[in-house]
């Protein structure tokens, strides 16, 4: 994942002293508050299907655009990684099921290999074994009082419909819409919550709009806004099937999952750093979030706006970014049960006309924001990663505040990367740190959060890092062929904080700390 591939570094003093962060910051509850959270509240642990489960051509299997590609690409990685075995969960999800056991969650969100069901993409043809495995997967966790969150779609789209244009071709809506039918009535009997398609800004960004994440398409300001109208359209005709023909006997729950970095201005007090900050966070989720969940509906005014008049002014007859048609924008209206959000990182925003590595047209060029990173924030793993606690709870309120407070947030990702080990005390703290601010969004600023999924269970494939960077809290040992699950030190505090649903800052001594946060706040 990136953000923009001209990421500059900058040790500017003045992000140091960006925003101070509420109440305890480093451990122990020195001020006797007690950070705790409802005892319905939904603790969770997600993965995805290409991520984990290998068995790339088991039983009968299709191929993902993401097989074929890295078998094409091996390059593609720095560890010419692909994701023929993973952590080999379509073989070990037993094992699977007892770790989510043992960090006593309550729900697992996971994703379905769509060519793993239809291996054609196409719903006349289903791979009975691999349906079966994700039967099997459910009832196990059933049994293990483990409630099944599941994606439809996290970006391993069956080859042969990326050999059609993939999201840059209007049909995908209706195969989208097949294939959601056959998983409802695969699974729909005992999956009550759904989740349509994963952060369709980093896949339509990174994906259609340059070669960072497959499929590789570098059609910068075309084929990125292509890919989010009919992801849009594909999300929203998913969730009105769901709703006419099984919400009302299987009486389930569908949304969407956006991800969101959050957009700090540079410089505080600089206006036009301000209004930098809020247009990328109105390209980057409102884009997809505005459509869906405010009362206008449509795409943001701002983008609507930039997208068009700087298209006319590079001769383009129509605008890049397509119009949704008064119908679609009646269905897109309210399409959600719930806010499906991931969030990670954030980083510094300010004005910017060009910059040398933006091409034109882009979604860079059209949206004039430069991003930096802060380089006084942890940087425990990936280029893109940076550690700044404050930004979740100020993105809570900037949803709150963008599209009021009546659907409820679930945080469907959060986690941190960094390169392996299994005292991995940073990765403590940032789930501290992380909750923490969640924690205030909802006790002081009231915002409506309804569950908190960790990313990751386990060690995985992590996309454009290959093996490289590390996510989970178990690793996973990718030399060994059992692919060998050991738990980690923060496996052992998440786990905690599920049975408690509590915080508990006082863990890991602070002196074991790599990063005093009191010290960089
Ligand atoms: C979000 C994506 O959904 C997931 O697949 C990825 O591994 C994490 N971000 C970390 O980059």
Known sequence: MRSSSRVAL??????????????????????GVKYDFPNDFMFGVSTAAFQIEGGWNADGKGESMWDTYLHEHPEYTPDHANGDVAADSYHKYKEDIEMIKELNVKYYRFSLSWPRILPYGTDNYINKPGATYYRKLIEELRM????????????????????????????????????????????GDVVKIWTTI???????????????????????????????????????????????????????????????????????????????????????????????????????????????????????????????????????????????????????????????????????????VKLEQNSYWPKPGAEWFTVYPPGFRKLFNWIKNEYG????????????????????????QYYNQYLHQMWLAINKDKCN????????????????DGYTVKFGLYEVDFDSPERTRRKKLSAINYSNIAKTKQIDFNFIKPHLLKYNMNAIF
């Open 10 to 31: 900058v040790g500017t003093v003045l992000a140091s002293v960006l925003c101070l962060v509420h109440g305890n910051t480093l451990g122990g509850s020195e001020d």
């Open 144 to 187: 293990a009082n483990i409630t099944p969150v599941v994606t439809l779609f996290h970006w391993d789209l069956p080859t042969p419909l990326m050999d059609l244009g993939g999201w840059s071709n209007r049909k995908m809506v209706d195969y989208f819409v097949d294939y959601a039918r056959v998983a409802f009535d695969l699974y």
């Open 198 to 368: 994963n952060e369709p800004h980093q896949h339509c960004y990174n994906g259609y709009g340059s070669d960072y994440f497959v499929p590789a398409i570098v059609s910068n300001g075309v084929g990125e806004y292509l890919c989010a109208h009919y992801i849009l359209l594909a999300h929203a005709e998913a969730y009105r099937l769901y709703e006419r023909e099984y919400k009302p006997h299987q009486h389930g729950r569908v949304g969407i999952t956006l991800d969101a970095f959050w957009g700090e201005p540079r410089n505080s007090s600089n206006a036009n750093d301000i209004e930098a900050a809020e247009r990328y966070n109105q390209f980057h989720l409102g884009l997809y979030a505005h459509p869906i969940y405010s009362k206008k509906g449509d795409y943001p005014d701002i983008v609507r706006m930039r997208i068009d008049s700087i298209s006319a002014y590079q001769n383009f007859t129509r605008s890049r970014l397509p119009s949704f048609t008064e119908d679609e924008i009646h269905k897109l209206k309210g399409s959600s049960d719930f806010f499906g959000l991931n969030h990670y990182t954030t980083f510094l925003m300010s004005s910017s006309l060009m910059e040398d590595a933006w091409r034109v047209p882009s979604m860079d060029h059209d949206t004039g």
């Open 405 to 428: 407070n009546d659907i409820p947030i679930i945080v469907t990702e959060n986690g941190m990367c960094d390169f392996g080990g299994r005292k991995d005390y940073d990765r403590v």
């Open 449 to 464: 959060i309804e569950g908190y999924f960790a990313w990751t269970l386990m060690d995985d494939f992590e996309w454009k």
